[in-house]
């Protein structure tokens, strides 16, 4: 079994910056890929960026060029550095990973979420 947890994420201003962590523990033989996703209320979980295992990265339209992804190989965790937050940033941000058990079944887990909100 494979836990996903997040944290950080709160309350911030308009252009301002925050920042997401999310450790993947349990039994992990490989992670091939960790990303951040988000929903909104009334809208469908949308990939926010994703990083796999040779650390290509990739970012939706609506992130590039403000909010960067990273990886700790060692640690199975990933970050999310949000900068030029926008109110349309706010919602539940949840991890996900997904790779492979030391019995080499696939698996990909999903974290509670946590809450984004850019408001003043």
């Known amino acids: 079994q494979v836990h996903v947890t997040e944290s950080g994420g709160g309350l911030v201003q308009p252009g301002g910056s925050l920042s997401l962590s999310c450790e993947a523990s349990?039994?992990?033989?490989?992670?091939?890929?960790l990303g951040w996703y988000r929903q909104a209320p009334g809208k469908q979980r949308e990939l926010v960026a994703s990083?796999?295992?040779?650390?290509?990265?990739n970012y939706a339209d609506s992130v590039k060029g403000r909010f960067t992804i990273s990886r700790d190989y060692a640690e199975n965790r990933v970050y999310l550095q949000m900068s030029s937050l926008k109110p349309e940033d706010t919602a539940v941000y949840y991890c996900?990973?997904?790779?492979?058990?030391?019995?080499?079944?696939?698996?990909?887990?999903w974290g509670q979420g946590t809450q984004v909100t850019v408001s003043q």
């Open positions: 996900n990973a997904g790779g492979y058990s030391p019995g080499f079944e696939r698996f990909d887990s």
């Open positions: 349990g039994s992990i033989f490989r992670l091939i890929v």
């Open positions: 990083i796999n295992s040779g650390g290509a990265t």
